[in-house]
């Protein structure tokens, strides 16, 4: 059986979006290139062939991987029955945090095949995510890290 993916809304248009990307755009830019570099003649010195079919495989195998994930995709919904901010950290909350009295930290809660640290979006099978999932404002996420125990107080969930 294949695993679902879970996206935002947000997640699902901009996999469609780079899909549609490459199936159109880009895969007719790699197709110009490889003949190209065909008419250079098929040499086995030809890097130019090479390296435009290792893009090809890359553009045909992320296509793949993206037709597979949007086949199977299951929707965060991100919006809250209730009046108020969500009572508890659920996929698609954005929680902000401070650890032991450090700086606010805001992380968006996303399911894997959307996570970016970089930009504040966590997946919920992170170790901080996880130790998030389910809890309140004013509880403490406890996470294990190389250095030891990491405390994160939730302030904040919308």
Known sequence: MEERTLLTHEGYKRLQDELNF??????????KRLHQALEEGELLENAELED???????????ILTLEMMLSNVTLIDETDASDGPPLTVR???????????????TYHLVGSAEADPATGSISNVSPLGQALMGRRVGEIANVNAPAGVLEFRILRIS
Do not use: H
Request: hydrophobic share 30%; net charge negative; proline share 3%.
């Open 22 to 31: 490459l199936r159109t755009t880009r895969r007719q830019q790699v197709a």
């Open 52 to 62: 435009a079919r290792n893009e090809q495989s890359f553009v045909e195998g992320r």
């Open 91 to 105: 996929l698609g909350s954005y929680v902000t945090v401070a650890e032991d009295g450090g700086p606010e930290e």
